[in-house]
């Protein structure tokens, strides 16, 4: 292998395969094929590719600049070692990892925007401009969320013009095409290498203009007006659900496509119910008597019936008794969540002078671990606690 102060160095124009006449427009696109070919986006690991990529990349970053290109053909390589040249990849903002440098191409994917942005760019601004998405937020209560529901919205915006039927035209009048940009829609101006387009101001980047515009809609094709539609709401829907109405949002320009119509769903909070996904959740109070010695409690549902639990005796406060399949109605199917009670025993008050007395022979009767199992546990741990102590 040779030493790399005694490699020779190869031509710059052998490199990107050009000859030394060749005009500015032929060097890029010579370099446009090589990046293409050889960017590490493409070749990743592949270090021969690397380094044509390095070489195309220091060739085009010397002859794309004409005082540069001037002093290679007269110094060669010796005119960026003498401050002349095109600086090696230090000066071109040329990094390894992440091939991130500041003239060429960063990555792989640029170099296609680059290549096809002219035909995006014409294809872009000669079609007619769509109309924009509209956002509609609509508030259902639980139970119709559990339903389903068909609604009537009604909302002002962009509908289609009913005296040129979109087009922007008077009857029997026609566009013509743009002078300005020639149909095109935008104008071009080239700086070296790079291309700025813009969009035309004469047409506003349609490519053609009005001779008769409409007198209703001043050649828009589109005019302020209510609508009313009617849009079926399903079951199972929750909060932030979207449902899509394809083409019923803002009409577009001169007869363009409108755009979609989003109605995003809000569920209002439930006095009872609290939902988690398809699931209902419900706190139920019971009485100490019930969750003692046992009994029964009727628990309303979400699609209006009535559920019987049984309470097994002894149940503690925040107890859950899962209910198969009477929660909420999943989207696009026949099952439905579960209901998830959940019982909170609560404490007498007000009582009186009768029931003080039982409650204290039930104290009396009954003050034992068998009865209060978490009291005396707890109270022995507080005992074992102290005693650590003493």
Do not use: W
Request: proline content about 4%.
């Amino acid at each position: 292998m040779k030493d790399k102060d005694t490699m020779v160095e190869q031509d710059y124009y052998s490199i990107l395969g050009v000859s030394k006449n060749a005009s500015e427009d032929d060097i890029k696109k010579a370099y446009r094929k090589l990046a293409v070919k050889y960017h590490p986006d493409k070749n990743p690991g592949n270090k021969e590719a690397e380094e044509k990529f390095k070489e195309a990349t220091s060739a085009y970053e010397t002859l794309k600049d004409s005082q540069k290109r001037a002093a290679y053909d007269r110094y060669g390589h010796q005119a960026s070692r003498n401050g002349g040249g095109s600086g090696g990849f230090g000066s071109s903002g040329f990094h390894h990892e992440g091939f991130d440098f500041a003239e060429g191409f960063s990555s792989f994917s640029d170099i296609f925007e680059e290549m096809f942005k002219e035909n995006s760019f014409r294809t872009r601004n000669s079609q007619q401009q769509p109309g924009s998405d509209i956002r509609y937020d609509l508030s259902i209560t639980l139970e119709e969320a559990f339903r389903g529901k068909t609604v009537n919205l009604k909302f002002t915006t962009f509908i289609v013009c009913d005296r040129c039927h979109g087009s922007g035209s008077e009857e029997n009048s026609r566009p013509s095409v743009c002078p300005t940009c020639g149909g095109r829609g935008s104008i071009r101006q080239q700086h070296g290498f790079v291309t700025l387009e813009r969009t035309c101001s004469t047409c506003g980047g349609t490519g053609s203009i009005l001779s008769n515009p409409c007198q209703k809609c001043s050649g828009s094709g589109r005019i302020k007006g209510e609508k009313n539609l009617e849009v079926s709401i399903p079951a199972g829907v929750d909060s932030d659900s979207r449902v899509r109405i394809p083409g019923e949002g803002e009409a577009g320009f001169k007869g363009a496509p409108s755009g979609d119509l989003y109605v995003f769903v809000i569920v209002k909070p439930h006095e009872l119910f609290k939902r988690h996904d398809s699931d209902i959740y419900i706190n139920v109070p019971i009485s100490i008597v019930t969750a003692s010695i046992g009994g029964e409690i009727k628990v309303p549902t979400i699609d209006g019936s009535v559920h019987t639990i049984k309470i097994p005796h002894g149940t503690q406060t925040g107890h859950q008794f899962r209910v198969r399949s009477k929660g909420m109605s999943m989207i696009r199917s026949n099952n439905r969540g579960d209901m998830i009670v959940e019982v909170v025993v609560e404490t007498p008050v007000s009582l009186s002078r009768k029931q003080k007395n039982l409650f204290n022979e039930f104290e009396t009767e009954g003050n034992d671990k068998s009865n209060n199992p978490k009291v005396f546990d707890f109270v022995k741990k507080i005992k074992d606690l102290v005693d650590k102590y003493d």
